[in-house]
């Protein structure tokens, strides 16, 4: 049965904009009987704190949804990304790079045509033989790239529509040997049988590029329902500093994890400002969700939850 998934990093806790990604993608698949699985981007341990797999597990728990057996963790699953990378270089599609961050900003500085600051201009795509050994005797480990699409990935977001995007080349592992998001993310995804990501929109513009990854590995493509970010007042993301954020501030309020729920339903329509719901109520309602296209700003410090 096509599945549905949550996918954080724990990295910290799970802030309103995080627990209404999550909230929307129980939605989808529960109210379709569908399994929901949750799944811990965790393959960058520099960023990783463990202590944030519980918090936010206990958040989603609290506010009531439930997920299926077992929660996955990306980093057990090297093996699976490792055997996709195998795939990828036999099919002779990725190249080592030896370009640092610096020298690629540099190189970016002044893009034309169509690409966009911080793509990929193909430095180490044509490297000789030589050129390799003399970066090597350097003491540069490279990263991995997989050569991007000649032609612009079109799609059919959900949420936002028709969606097309250039594929530069990507790395698909890094100078450590991590395997990289973008890669992990479409191997899981696809290992998982996830029939609609539900994620935030800002990956919207990395989804050309894992659509281009599942291409190129033969595997299908999931469909994508990007949701619209929470915004601060100041119209950046939602953060720490813009007041009570997470669940336990709430709760440090005084306010209960059925009035965050009930808050995050009214802001999808399924339910009256004050009213207090239940996540059974809201897979009933569901079907009349106002699906958010646009972004939502809060500002925490003034909340009315009812
Ligand atoms: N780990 C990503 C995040 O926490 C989500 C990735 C995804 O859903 O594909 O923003």
Known sequence: MPSGRFAPSPTG????GNLRTALLAWLFARSD??????????????????????????????????????VIRQRDRRDLYESAL?????????????????????????????WSHGHYPGTCSQL?????????????????RLRGSPQPIEFVDLLCGPTRG?????????????????????????????????????????TPRQLHIADVLGLPPPRYAHVPLVLAPSGDRLAKRDGAVTLADRMALGEDPVQVLSFLATTLGLAE??????????????????????PLVLEPDRLDLG
Do not use: K, M
């Open 166 to 206: 250039l594929v530069d080349d990507a790395v698909v592992q890094r100078f450590d040997g991590t395997p990289a998001y973008n890669l992990a993310v479409v191997v899981d995804d696809v290992a998982q049988e996830i029939e609609l990501v539900v994620r935030a929109d800002d990956l919207l513009d990395s």
């Open 273 to 294: 400002a004050g009213e207090r719901v239940s996540p059974g109520i809201l897979i009933d309602r569901f079907p009349s969700a106002t699906l958010p296209t646009e």
């Open 13 to 16: 806790r799970l802030h309103l």
């Open 86 to 114: 195998a795939t990828l270089y036999q099919a002779g599609l990725t190249y080592p790079c030896y370009c640092s961050r610096r020298e690629i900003r540099e190189a970016t500085q002044a893009p034309n045509g169509p």
């Open 128 to 144: 000789t033989a030589e050129q390799r050994i003399r970066h090597e005797s350097a003491g540069r480990t490279p990263s991995l």
């Open 33 to 70: 009987g569908s399994p929901f699985w949750i799944r811990f981007e965790d393959l960058d341990t520099a960023s990783v704190r463990p202590e944030h797999y519980q918090s936010q597990l206990e958040d989603l728990r609290l506010l009531g949804l439930d997920w299926d057996d077992d």
